[in-house]
């Protein structure tokens, strides 16, 4: 029996780049070979330049059009400015919207930056409306009237109407390519109807079930529709509790119910009940890594609009505010060691040890902060549970403190041969882990109050919180207890 040959593993984003930034690196050395051979030639070395450079970007041109517009975004994102600029002027003009959809916030500046309002009012002509509103806010307003007018009339409309809904909402997000049928037909005609389309739109797993009027009545799954009798009736089939959302409706909430019940697309009603667009799992999906991405960048202080390979002053203007805040708050808890300096130097040992007390209530925090934080996006704190939670937390800062406390205090006394400096440890200990409890939740609580994300800058206020009343509060006892 002959052996078959192993298929070879697909080649990643990863793989992908690191080929281009070779035939790029390739394409710099052999134009800094033939220049030098042929220094003394000017006219020549121009000619053979000029043959070289090509080659190299056909070569480099030949990969790029092969690859998914997300694998090209990929290969941008991971490009200094001047090599980045050289492979997005080889991209095909037909493909630029797509790409422009992939790349991030910051790569996408840059990638415009070097696009005229004409090609980028061309690449914009083989998106669809909602994909075109993704686009808009980051293009002038010049631009985006050129892209609205070039549309025909019915696109115009729908690109219109996307533009009309802030971005966090499910209008934002919206698709109008809709397949709805009418419930007073067979599953024959159903099925001859959708034999007219060239292909049914992407994450299609349902029909719309619609009246006269347009008014939702259900959905037929396309996997009920397939097996049943073509004779029966759509309206004995279809599904009428149907999950659905308005324009106005939260994105954020909109993802937590495709996460809760599975949904692969979902109808998106007017005020009066008429199927005016649709809401899909890869839309939402898109929302939810661009939320994740900006909140993670947020905790440590950084934008969206930071590119990697962005300028230094710029890089260095955007984390400037946080380090700024972050300063402030540093010399606050600064103050509060100085306020002990006599107490330090009469024990030398409060130096070592204080530093301890602050780190393990930042840490014994921030658990609690991102369980409040997570507990927000899922609106599963409210008025009624919020005592519950307090005293859950309270209850395990306690517990945490008496064991960590007394493993510390044992610790310090075996350490300095000072049984008071243990005891001011569990003690110091016991209470940061409360104090760190309790700002773990109203931190969040309070920026969710005042109309701010609390996954942005809780860990800062927190950490602030946590050091100054850590030394303050270990510091503030051995005063008392041991000098």
């Known amino acids: 029996m002959p052996l078959s040959a192993e298929k070879p593993p697909s080649a990643t984003p990863q793989d992908h780049l690191d080929a281009v930034t070779k035939l790029l690196a390739k394409q710099r050395l052999v134009e800094d070979l033939v220049h030098r051979q042929l220094k003394g030639d000017a006219a020549r070395n121009e000619v053979v330049e000029s043959i070289v450079h090509k080659h190299n970007l056909v070569e480099l041109q030949r990969r790029l059009d092969g690859l998914h517009p997300a694998d ?37 500046d840059t990638l415009l930056a070097d696009m005229d309002s004409a090609e980028i009012v061309a690449a914009a002509q083989n998106l669809d409306a909602d994909e075109i509103a993704d686009l808009a806010s980051d293009l002038p307003d010049e631009v985006v009237q050129d892209i609205i007018e070039a549309q025909d009339v019915h696109e115009r409309a729908q690109l219109q109407s996307a ?71 759509v309206a004995s089939l279809i599904e009428r509790n149907v999950v659905s959302f308005s324009p106005d409706s939260d994105a954020e909430e909109a993802a937590q119910a495709f996460e809760r019940y599975d949904l692969v697309c979902a109808p998106v009603v007017s005020a009066d009940g008429r199927v005016i667009a649709r809401l899909t799992v890869d839309a939402v ?29 710029l890089s260095a203007k955007n984390r400037g505010p946080w380090l700024a805040l972050n300063l ?49 996006a ?60 309790l700002a773990g939740l109203f931190i969040p609580l309070a920026m969710e109050r005042f109309g701010r994300d609390p996954a942005i800058g809780s860990s800062v206020f927190l950490t602030f919180v946590t050091d100054s009343m850590g030394f303050f509060i270990f510091l503030g006892l051995a005063t008392v207890f041991l000098l």
């Open 328 to 376: 402030c708050t540093a010399l606050i808890a600064s103050r509060v060691v100085g306020a002990f300096e006599g107490s330090i130097e009469k024990l030398a040992a409060l130096a070592a040890l204080m530093p301890i007390v602050a780190g393990i209530g930042g840490n014994s925090g921030n658990q609690t902060a991102t369980l409040i934080v997570r507990a927000l």
């Open 285 to 313: 999906l898109d929302f939810v890594r661009e939320r994740q991405e900006s909140q993670v960048l947020g905790k440590v202080g950084l934008r969206e609009e930071e590119d990697l390979f962005s300028s230094v002053w």
């Open 72 to 108: 090209v975004a990929f290969i941008l994102e991971g490009l200094p400015l001047e090599d980045r600029v050289v492979v997005w002027g080889l991209v095909r003009s037909d493909r630029d919207g797509e790409i422009l959809l992939e790349v991030s916030d910051a790569v996408r």
């Open 163 to 233: 533009l009309s809904y802030p971005e966090g909402s499910v209008g934002a997000l919206m698709d109008f390519e809709v397949v709805s049928i009418r419930e007073d037909v067979t599953c024959e005609v159903a099925l001859r109807y959708l034999r007219r389309y060239d292909e049914l739109p992407g994450q299609t797993d349902a029909l719309f079930v619609v009246d006269r009027d347009d008014h939702l009545r259900g959905i037929l799954p396309l996997k009920r529709l397939l097996v049943s009798d073509p004779d029966d009736e």
């Open 378 to 437: 899922f609106d599963q704190v409210s008025a009624a549970n919020a005592r519950r939670l307090l005293a859950k937390e309270l209850g395990i800062s306690a517990l945490n403190g008496a064991i960590w406390g007394s493993v510390l205090g044992i610790v310090a006394w075996l350490l300095y041969r000072n049984v008071a400096l243990g005891g001011v440890m569990a003690l110091a200990m016991m209470l940061n882990l409360v104090v760190a409890a």
